[in-house]
């Protein structure tokens, strides 16, 4: 079945510092790619999505590429700040016959110091 | 604009005690609805899904269940809570790419 793996944390940085959080995942159909972010105590939301290959999701000066040759979605950020503390999770959504379905991974603490 | 709300936010019970947290969305007909639970440290587990009034899909055999009484309701029970059943319980719809929209939340802690 499909399935997602990311690195495991937690990731500490230093404020402006380069972020990269990997993630791979198995498919068999051709799945929309999200990832998720959590702060703390709080629900989760929407980062960014790529729904098929080359795609490149970015917001909030976040990004993500959907490569399909090595089944990647990797986030990344060029300069973090104190206030990116949060856990990230990476998903895939795939269409089925009760509608989409979405499969987490066990998602990445980040922990960034001033 | 979409709305979703699910209450209570905190509640803690005694084991063995009955569960109920209802979920609400406005804005929209005829969502897919979720139940997540997402463990301490851990990822987040599909609990249940529906596509529809009536029809509630489970994913992992446990004691809960769900139910969607009206469109735009859905419902986590239990009628008797079990320590491994703490938490933090997320309702979610889904957008027409497939991206959830998730609730605040609802933690629950079995004592």
């Known amino acids: 079945g499909d399935s997602v793996t990311q690195m495991e944390g937690p990731v500490t940085l230093s404020e402006e510092a380069f972020l990269t959080i990997n993630c791979t995942y198995t498919?068999?159909?051709?799945?929309?790619l999200f990832w998720y972010v959590q702060y703390p105590g709080e629900g989760l939301q929407l980062l960014l999505k790529?729904?098929?290959?080359?795609d490149k999701g970015s917001n909030k000066g976040f990004e993500a590429t959907y490569r399909k040759e090595t089944t990647s979605f990797h986030l990344e950020k060029g300069s973090v700040q104190v206030s990116d503390s949060a856990v990230y999770f990476c998903a895939l959504s795939d269409r089925n016959t009760g509608g989409f379905k979405t499969i987490f991974g066990a998602g990445t603490r980040l922990f960034v110091k001033a | 604009s979409q709305t979703i709300h699910q209450w209570p936010a905190t509640l803690v019970q005694p084991v063995g005690s009955p569960l109920s947290l209802e979920c609400t969305v406005e804005g929209t007909s005829n969502p897919n609805l979720y139940w997540y639970r997402q463990a301490a440290g851990r990822g987040l587990q599909l609990l249940f899904y529906s596509v529809g009034i009536g029809q509630i899909s489970s994913e992992v055999p446990q004691n809960l269940s769900a139910s969607r009484p009206q469109d735009r309701q859905f419902i986590l029970s239990s009628k008797k809570l079990l320590l491994s059943d703490s938490g933090f319980y997320l309702c979610?719809?889904?957008?027409?790419?497939?991206?959830?929209?998730f609730g605040e939340g609802s933690r629950l802690t079995v004592l």
């Open positions: 790529a729904t098929k290959a080359d």
């Open positions: 498919a068999t159909g051709y799945p929309s």
């Open positions: 979610a719809w889904t957008l027409p790419r497939g991206e959830l929209f």
